[in-house]
């Protein structure tokens, strides 16, 4: 049996390849799960749908700016009404069929019908639709709602009449959402440029190109698009070892997935490799709980970050593939980002890191039997460091995801552990399992610190109040920290509802400053992300923040 | 007459045992950490949205209240859906088990025949050259990490010699041509299937030879070799007919017992080589909290280790007279 196996393998290899059409190979980690969008929540289901189901505005590359996509132009509002008038492209799904300002409609009272978990919050703010004629849609909203233009507008758009019977059976069960989100999409009928073809789950997920795509030959945000290859062939790989292999010996033509440090070496010296570098839009920060000593102390706190040596976090164990946060806002959020934020202890070296937190704690009142800065003004080693009323400081933990899930975030736990204790702090780095930390941050809100990361933010600024409003300090809340500012929580509701982009961009600043002056959380890094494509493929790859996998790579690359 | 009166009695066994598994399982998942929505949200969903879905997916009743309907499922054969597949957890596993049983159920057999047969002619040269070449060779093949050895051959056979596919299960070359006949598709599988069959297949005939060599060594002193070599009958006939069939019931334990784990995959294989069957599932479903997935992987996983318990003993009395119930 071995022997037929050994010679079935010689002559497969003989025969070698068939030959392919312009189709892209692309290296998946991980199986889509889903073709369902409204179920889809894993991050490789909504690679491939991306593809598919397109929204009515998209952002430009260049100025992450939202350009019209399925619309035709940007949105008219009239505010007397609080109403937004958006006309569309012609376009087509890829049945042929037209896609008219119905499918829109039905889209967003499907939605708001079946409190879809992952989009209502986009929808709950819009009061009314209506369609006036095929190309227009109307909406009206209860109040002003700035994620309207970069979150609701941004929903991909599904066909009503591949979901209408779907929706209405689901309406009659006794758990309607349940019956929606269970619906088995086998053929999604999509406006993309590309449409399924074939999925032969376990192995590979063929998209052919869509010949009915509405951007085709059409120039947008400056590009002229295609697609001009024939189609995708999303292939899956158990490990990035695999799929590292594969790109190398040209199975796949990419990895869509972030390359790890460790391979970078060996794929900079392939000559059939490119790497790209991108800004990702995400933060990697240590959350501290204001709830309970020994965080519940500002003081306390801004030593803490003060003691953070981010230069060595981004040299020695990003090993440079990343850049120092400041703020909760990603840098590469340019619209957004505030550059006027404090930058504790920034550019300084680790004595002086030692002795301005010294400074900060001795002013607070907090005492040492031995201070770790001596009359000299020798940095020395301190005894455990005494509280203002005198008694220690209690022992705290700074939890953070294993080695073994990121050895980043552990790495940086043990790290930050031994620079608190330069100064007496009782720290102690405790990696446990993802679940667990998730569990203990969470739901029992039972910890000091923690550090975890959210890896791909949206542009909107919405998530600052979403994870520091004092609304959400509950279980299972998003305020982890137990923030509680009343201005914070003004100036968040304010952002929220104003419509003014550079207005907001003003409230979104104060809120930053605002975090980084009271420091809930400490925001320690923003990684690089590393792509790997083969060359001598194709060519026009779209760089922007998020990587190279991106619908408009997608549209412009052409075989060579 | 016995016999049917001890499968009932194992029958009645298996399943208050089974009805144990089944809650054990139960109060295992829900009581280990971890949230099985959190990998579901985004950071734009609010808290009450997040309820919602918890409440959809039936998160929200009480322990008590959960495990009424999951008893109750079980035995309606209503074993649930995937929260992330969105799909019942029956068709997942049934599209998945035949990808399974085909690759180690074709290791198992492989790797037990020639572990028998080497076996065998270890213990025959019992102290010799070929002995000792065969037991070090099981032992090291048997103990090495089966990761490193898989990705090992990965990097010989499919990188650098490209003999065969670096993972996967079928090629779409192959499957996406309209032209390709089954046979085209039949021998393509097989090609894939190469590199992990010989890893199970390295990794597991050592246990078969060890203990096919150590059952031997017992039964070659046994008063009836010693009657049939004074009988003057040939070697061979005496080694192949006389001890191996003897020699061999333990290793007919092992077998049974291994083809019933076979059906919950490896899941280390499956995920080296992106083999697309129950293995990585049930790694898949434990580390999203995939509630309703990995309760169904594991009680499938009990119910064929269970009556393979049972088939294997029957057997024994079929291949042994000796036993009697």
Not at chain 1, 81 to 103: F, I, Q
Not at chain 1, 349 to 359: K, P, W
Not at chain 2, 125 to 135: A, E, M, Q
Request: hydrophobic share 45%.
């Amino acid at each position: 049996m071995l022997c037929a196996l050994l010679v079935t393998g010689w002559i497969l290899f003989a025969a070698g390849p068939a030959p392919a059409a312009h189709y892209l190979k692309i290296g998946l980690l991980e199986e889509p799960k889903t073709l369902n969008i409204w179920l889809a929540g894993d991050t490789w289901s909504r690679k491939v749908l991306s593809q598919i189901y397109q929204p009515l505005y998209l952002r430009d590359p260049e100025t992450l700016r939202f350009v019209p996509w399925l619309a035709a132009e940007a949105p008219i509002l009239d505010q007397k009404e609080l109403c937004y008038t958006v006309k569309l492209r012609p376009a087509k799904w890829s049945d042929g069929t037209a896609l008219t300002s119905r499918d829109v409609a039905f889209t967003a009272r499907l939605i708001q019908e079946f409190k879809i978990p992952r989009y209502i919050s986009k929808w709950r703010f819009v009061k009314r639709i209506e369609t006036p004629d095929s190309r227009t849609v109307k909406f009206y909203l209860s109040k002003p709602k700035a994620i309207f233009l970069t979150r609701t507008l941004a929903t991909p758009i599904v066909q009503e009449s591949q979901w209408r019977s779907v929706a209405d059976d689901a309406a009659k069960a006794e758990k309607p959402l349940k019956r929606l989100l269970k619906y088995e999409v086998k053929q999604p009928v999509g406006s993309g440029p590309f449409v399924l073809k074939e999925w032969r789950q376990g192995a590979y997920l063929f998209l052919r190109k869509n010949p009915h795509f509405f951007a085709q030959g059409k120039s947008i945000a400056g590009m002229k698009l295609g697609p001009f290859i024939d189609g995708l062939i999303f292939k899956i790989f158990g490990t990035s070892d695999a799929a590292v292999l594969a790109l190398k010996k040209g199975s796949v033509d990419m990895f869509w997935w972030g390359i790890q440090p460790g391979y970078l070496e060996d794929l900079r010296s392939n000559t059939d490799i490119r790497l790209f570098s991108s800004e990702k839009s995400a933060l990697y920060y240590m959350g501290l709980n204001l709830r309970r000593p020994p965080f519940n102390d500002l003081h306390l706190r801004r030593a803490v970050a003060t003691l953070i040596d981010k230069n060595f976090i981004i040299s020695r164990i990003l090993q440079g593939y990343g850049a120092k946060m400041h703020s909760m806002v990603p840098p590469g959020n340019r619209f957004y980002y505030c550059d006027e934020v404090r930058r504790y202890g920034d550019g300084l070296d680790r004595t002086a890191r030692v002795r301005r937190a010294y400074e900060i704690l001795k002013q607070a009142g907090y005492r040492w039997e031995t201070p770790p800065v001596d009359e000299a003004g020798r940095v020395v080693e301190p005894s455990w460091l005494l509280a203002p009323d005198g008694r220690p400081v209690p022992k705290f933990s700074i939890l953070t995801p294993p080695a073994d899930y990121d050895p980043n975030r552990a790495m940086c736990g043990m790290i930050i552990q031994e620079w608190l204790r330069a100064l007496g702090m009782p720290a102690s780095a405790k990696p446990m399992a993802f679940g667990s930390l998730i569990q203990q941050v969470k739901v029992r809100r039972d910890f000091d610190a923690f550090i975890l990361a959210y890896g791909n933010l949206s542009l909107d600024p919405d998530y600052l109040r979403s994870f520091f409003h004092s609304r959400n300090d509950r279980v299972r809340g998003r305020n982890t920290s137990g923030y509680h500012n009343p201005e914070f929580d003004r100036v968040a509701d304010a952002a929220s509802s104003q419509m003014d982009r550079d207005k907001r961009r003003a409230l979104v600043c104060d809120l930053q400053k605002m975090l980084n002056r009271d420091l809930p959380w400490i925001p320690l890094y923003n990684p690089n992300l590393i792509e790997a494509v083969r060359r001598g493929k194709v060519k026009g790859w779209v760089q922007m923040l998020g990587g190279i996998g991106n619908l408009w790579s997608f549209c412009r690359l052409k075989p060579l | 007459m016995e016999l049917r009166r001890f499968i009932f009695r194992r029958l009645i066994q298996i399943f208050v045992i089974f009805f144990v598994i089944l809650t054990v399982l139960f109060l295992l998942f829900r009581l280990a950490p971890g949230d099985p929505i959190s990998r579901m949200i985004d950071p734009d969903m609010t808290t009450e949205d997040a309820e919602r879905l918890r409440e959809q997916l039936g998160l929200d009743e009480p322990l008590w209240v959960q495990y009424v309907y999951y008893v109750r499922n079980f035995f309606t054969g209503e074993f649930g859906t995937s929260f992330h597949y969105g799909q019942p957890v029956v068709k997942i596993i049934w599209d998945r088990l035949p990808n399974t049983v085909l690759l180690f159920t074709s290791s198992i057999i492989l790797s037990a025949f020639v572990g028998v047969f080497l076996g065998k002619i270890a213990s025959w040269h019992k102290g010799g050259k070929i002995d000792s070449v065969l037991t070090i060779g099981a032992l090291v093949t048997h103990t090495v990490f089966l990761p490193w050895l898989a990705l090992i051959l990965i990097w010989v056979f499919a990188y650098k010699l490209a003999w065969f596919p670096i993972t996967g299960m079928v090629s779409e070359e192959v499957w996406l041509d309209p032209e390709a006949g089954i046979v085209a598709k039949a021998l393509d599988v097989f090609h894939h299937m190469a590199l992990p069959l010989c890893t199970l297949f390295l990794i597991h005939f050592g246990a078969y030879l060890l203990i096919m060599r150590s059952s031997m060594l017992e039964t070659l002193k046994e008063d009836y070799i010693l009657t049939a070599r004074a009988k003057g009958l040939e070697e061979r006939v005496i080694r192949n007919r006389h001890a191996a069939p003897n020699a061999a019931l333990p290793v007919v334990t092992s077998i049974g017992l291994s083809l019933a784990f076979s059906i919950n995959g490896g899941a280390l294989t499956e995920t080296v080589f992106t083999w697309p069957g129950i293995g990585r599932e049930l790694v898949f479903s434990v580390s999203h909290n995939d509630y309703p997935l990995a309760q169904a992987s594991f009680l499938l996983i009990a119910i064929v280790v269970l009556l393979s318990n049972l088939v294997v003993d029957v057997l024994y009395a079929y291949l042994d007279p000796r036993i009697r119930y």
